[in-house]
């Protein structure tokens, strides 16, 4: 009897401990080793402070602070209920923990792209999935449960220990250069590379057949959803990772892998180059490139024959009905300004070269186009001489694709080959 009070009394002691110390626990902030460590807060515990909507400047949506959580109150939808940060993200190892309300639902987004043409994120940026699988309301296919990246990977269920609704739990994603990890309560439990063959045969054959932006963008905010039930999150950090810069070839000299073709006019490879030719529909068409690129030092070659009006958008997405939505470097019969730089929507030129430089471009031979896309500024030369050098804070906010174009009007016909690209 001594022996088992002894021991009662040993655990009730040791209980207490364990309990002053959890209460003692201060949330929201980071130790020094993670300072150094290069961590930053996401949420000061106290306010809404470098958050806002989704496509907006202001945070209006129905968030609000509650003991020192950033608290979903439950009155989203699909459609609204989605806050993001101020600040985009390319590489990091992201943390958090968050607890749901009984049946809850909500998520974690990364790589988010604002833009007005966008009216939901998740078109956008990919969802490590938040779910309460055991009291959801509605069935759930395995690709909407907890812990997936949504509707594309799985991740290892053996491995996932999610505490019930009402409980904490601990989440981290590790985006390092195209390679991903999610892990709940300490475990990994997926592992995946983005933007791969494999990826993209996902990405085209699921939920996203109709989102031709999804998850191709390399960097962008992050954003927590609101989805109907009250989600509660604190501890929000993260650490973010250098960007491995590397060399490119866009085109395997053999067919059409890596670029998607918009639009009804035609795009072939013969003989080691891809090859545009009006259709009979005499419409805009475009070849772009699978994924994003935002930072690069470009190099084209091309040839015209027929009409040669073309050119090489940069940071470009697509738009219904086959348009591209960008800034394009202008490749056109002698006269009209290569190596200018047109918008596709709103300004129209923003620069176009001076006009002694015509005589740069070679009619019916090759030339190399270079193009170089820094943050805000882009500079073009033709066969080694510089045509524009033009910096524009529009073009500075861009994401997008690399797309090659057909103008409209029929009887244009391009060559293009050794396309190279290196990252900056």
Known sequence: MKTFLKGALGGCVATVALLTTACSVEHNVLTPEEKAAGWELLFDGATLDGWKDYNGKTLTQPWHVVDGCIQAKGDGSDGSGYIVTNKEYENFELAWDWKLSKAGNSGMLYHVVERPEFKVPYVTGPEFQLLDDVNFPDPVEDWQKCGVDYAMHLPDYTKMHVNPAGEWNNSKIVFD???????????????????????????????????????????????LQDHGYPASFRNLKIKELPRKNKEVSLFNGKDLTGWEAFGTELWYVEDGMIICESGPEKKYGYLATRNYYDNYDLTVEFKQEADGNSGIFVR??????????????????????????????????????????EDILKPGEWNTMRIKVNGDNVTTWLNGQEMVNFTDAKIGKGKGRIALQIHDGGGIKVLWRNLNLKTL
């Open 316 to 357: 470009s997405f697509i738009e219904p009905e086959a348009k591209v939505n960008g800034w394009q470097v202008e490749v056109a019969p002698k006269g009209r300004d290569t190596g200018g730089i047109y918008e596709s929507y709103g300004r129209g030129w923003l620069i176009k070269i001076e006009d002694a430089k």
């Open 177 to 223: 250069n195209g390679h991903v990890e999610h892990w709940i309560n300490g475990e990994k439990i997926l592992e995946f590379e983005a933007w791969t063959d494999d990826w993209h045969a996902r990405k085209n054959s699921g939920k996203w057949t109709m989102a031709p932006e999804y998850g191709l963008s390399k960097s962008g905010v992050l954003c």
